[in-house]
């Protein structure tokens, strides 16, 4: 449209409304609200962990820091956790774990 705006067409041709994305995660991941801390190259930062799973967590997170470097997520009563940065939003990150899903996952017993 000439105005900028957008509109999409009364029938989509294609069923992604219906059907949605398929998941292609692994593991399956539990919702939670656990504080944490990530060590990162640039420091130590507070965040929250909205859930979780024996192959990674999304967390949000306001600032910003260096994500091509490994990181370790820290959770009290949990433990520590290594990980890489798998994809960043405005306050969000995901975290892909590098430790054995298996040793992850018994360690995070109670809360998957």
């Not at 029938?11 to 609200?33: A, C, F, M, Q, T």
Request: aromatic fraction near 8%; charge should be negative.
């Amino acid at each position: 449209m000439a105005d900028g705006s957008t509109t999409l067409p009364e029938e989509l041709p294609w069923d992604w409304v219906d059907r949605g994305w398929p998941e292609r995660r692994e593991h399956e991941r539990k919702s939670v609200i656990l504080p944490a801390k990530i060590d990162t190259a640039d420091g130590t930062l507070d965040c929250l962990t909205m859930d979780i799973s024996a192959g990674g967590a999304r967390l949000h997170i306001v600032e910003t820091f260096d994500a091509s470097h490994p990181v370790t997520l820290v959770l009290d009563g949990f433990g520590r956790f290594d990980a890489r940065v798998a994809w960043r939003a405005t306050a969000e990150i995901g975290l892909q774990f590098t430790d054995a899903p298996a040793d992850v996952a018994a360690r995070l017993a109670s809360v998957l």
